[in-house]
């Protein structure tokens, strides 16, 4: 079975998270579960039909003025709006799949 190229993705996108939680956190596991917590909150919902692409769009970042890299909330939160950014919510979903599955 051929890796897509959204798994694959995930996969580098997991090990870079690996890295930097250990690095930010000693690998605390409560850090952790909040930042999986987090980030498996992401929502995978199509908009609804005949809503504007903007309409519906749920900005994690909106209420962070300055990324808190102690706070593993805000390190997931700054991941699921690079989920967001992508065009395609397919797309999004096999990259969050695969970085979950790697993680």
Known sequence: MVELRS???GRFLAQLTDYLLLS???GRK???KIFLNELKDYSLKPKKKGESPNEGCVKELENIDK???DNPEHIAKLLKEGFHLM???RT???ALDSL???L
């Open 24 to 26: 930010l956190y000693g």
């Open 87 to 89: 065009y395609q919510k």
């Open 100 to 102: 979950l599955k790697n």
């Open 7 to 9: 798994e694959k993705y």
């Open 92 to 94: 999004s979903k096999k």
């Open 67 to 69: 990324l808190n890299l």
């Open 30 to 32: 409560s850090d952790r």
